[in-house]
Nanobody
Framework: QVQLVESGGDLVQAGGSLRLSCAAS????????MGWYRQAPGKQRELVAT???????DYADSVKGRFTISRDNAKNAVYLEMNSLKPEDTAVYYC????????WGRGTQVTVSS
């Protein structure tokens, strides 16, 4: 059974940085585009970053220039480097395929204080 496990979330001050990791077990996603998503309290889950099998990336306008998505197919892992964090980045962050077809993991909480 496929399982996605996100980690790396924390409480940080505005302007700080975090690196999120996503590890997958039960299935290789080397042939899939992957994405990082986030869900803030009271809001719908949104896509923030995508990486294709070839390594091309795309970002939501709200994080462009601050976040960087990467992948390591050998480790079946996806990463999200987050810099210049803002309070509005506070959310639970999830990884999944793009488009979504894998079971959602529990996510990792990112809290940015002002």
């Amino acid at each position: 059974q496929v399982q996605l496990v996100e980690s790396g979330g924390d409480l940080v001050q505005a302007g700080g940085s975090l690196r999120l990791s996503c590890a997958a077990s039960g299935r290789s996603f080397r042939m899939n585009a992957m994405g990082w998503y986030r869900q803030a309290p009271g809001k719908q889950r949104e896509l923030v970053a995508t990486i294709t099998t070839g390594g091309s990336t795309d970002y939501a306008d709200s994080v462009k220039g601050r976040f960087t998505i990467s992948r390591d197919n050998a480790k079946n892992a996806v990463y999200l480097e987050m810099n210049s964090l803002k309070p509005e980045d506070t959310a639970v962050y999830y990884c999944n395929s793009r488009p979504v077809f894998l079971p959602w993991g529990r996510g990792t909480q990112v809290t940015v204080s002002s």
